[in-house]
């Protein structure tokens, strides 16, 4: 085990630092890829998982504060690594057990073909994992201002007169999430203007780069999903619910509809909004964490989320086959 959940405090280094060692371990099936840097000079690292020539996007910790998705995100790319290794070792370890039976046979045999499926989805799909896209946020929303290196942005920083611990931000005081050049986006200031940050022309590259067939931004704000687009044509919109009724019925999670897509006033400027837009493949949003919880969060929400979304990867993969 590599992630290790019982860790509280998890810094960007600590991050950087398993995602090296996870990539070191399976170094057949995960690629470390840096595909951008912040502006407090921190890469922005994205794991490519499976040998696939189609690809799926996960995207985590574009918002500081949400401090529980990247820990949660960078432990399924070790959960399905691990899998997929598996699957030769039990194959044959289960050919020896058939020559003599336990009693607990049947739960082998699912547990092998569990691992069956994985090995094949990692092999038909490249997993593009970015688990923490605002590492600057990240880490101001753990540590506060000393998190910041650059004394240009820590000035600005301090300025805001922020309660640290809620920090959404990126290191330049600027919230990803409403920064991506898509119809509904507007400006909030006159220097305002989309795809400004370091952090958005990294993934705005990724979505170019490779034909992804479909992405997911994981947040935390109470166990829902949003799947509905008002400024795409119905048949999209019809596949974007069927796809996130069937992640409901993993997650137990709540589906968000058209009324509860943008709240009234909001600026626009959303990473699933300018995936879809710009590609009419498949974008939803997956909010992790109970709807009352508090800033800080509690690491201790790292297991069960784990629990809730470890196999939304698995299921979508059986959806896209
Ligand atoms: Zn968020």
Same mark, same amino acid.
């Given at each position: 085990?590599? @992630? ?13 630092? *398993? ?16 595909? #951008?840097?912040?502006?407090?000079? =921190? *890469? ?15 995207? #985590? ?26 699957y030769g070792k039990a194959k044959e370890n289960f050919s020896r057990k058939l020559r003599f039976p336990s009693?607990?046979i049947?739960?082998q045999y699912?547990?092998m073909?569990?691992?069956k ?29 000393? %998190? @910041? ?20 931000? /990126?290191? =330049?005081? @600027? ?18 203007? %989309? ?32 799947? +509905? ?16 009724? =069937?992640?409901? /019925? ?6 968000? *509809? ?5 709240? +009234? ?17 498949? %974008? ?7 709807? /009352? ?15 809730? @979304? ?12």
């Amino acid at each position: 085990m590599i @992630i290790d959940f019982s860790r509280e405090k998890y810094s960007y280094e600590d991050f950087i630092s *398993d995602a090296e060692i996870l990539t070191k371990q399976y170094n057949n099936i995960i690629q470390y890829v840096t595909i #951008g840097e912040s502006h407090d000079n =921190r *890469d922005i690292v994205m794991l490519r998982l499976g040998t696939g020539r189609k690809y799926i996007l996960f995207c #985590g910790g574009v918002h500081g504060r949400e401090t529980i998705n990247p820990i949660v995100l960078l432990k399924i790319v070790e959960f399905y690594a691990n899998q997929y290794e598996d699957y030769g070792k039990a194959k044959e370890n289960f050919s020896r057990k058939l020559r003599f039976p336990s009693s607990n046979i049947e739960t082998q045999y699912e547990h092998m073909i569990f691992e069956k499926c994985v090995y094949e989805l990692l092999q038909t799909y490249t997993i593009l994992m970015i688990p923490l896209l605002n590492p600057d946020g990240y880490m101001i929303s753990l540590y506060g201002l000393k %998190a @910041i290196k650059n004394p240009t942005l820590q000035n600005k920083i301090k300025r805001m007169k922020y309660n640290f611990s809620e920090w959404k931000y /990126n290191g =330049r005081g @600027i919230d990803i999430n409403r920064n991506f050049p898509c119809r509904s986006w507007k400006p909030k200031g006159n220097r305002d203007y %989309a795809a400004s940050e370091n952090e958005t022309k990294a993934l705005i590259q990724v979505f170019h780069q490779y034909r992804i067939s479909c992405f997911l931004d994981f947040h935390s704000r109470g166990k829902s999903i949003y799947y +509905y687009r008002n400024s795409m044509p119905k048949v999209y919109n019809d596949k974007q619910l069927y796809i996130a009724k =069937r992640l409901k /019925n993993i997650t137990k999670y709540e589906l968000m *509809d058209s009324e509860n897509e943008i709240d +009234y006033g909001d600026s626009g400027g959303n990473t699933v909004h300018y995936f879809s837009e710009h590609f009419y493949k498949p %974008a939803l949003t997956i909010e992790t964490v109970d709807e /009352n919880a508090i800033f800080p969060l509690d690491y201790k929400y790292r297991t069960s989320t784990f629990e809730d @979304i470890k196999l939304v990867l698995f299921e979508l993969g059986g959806l896209l086959l």
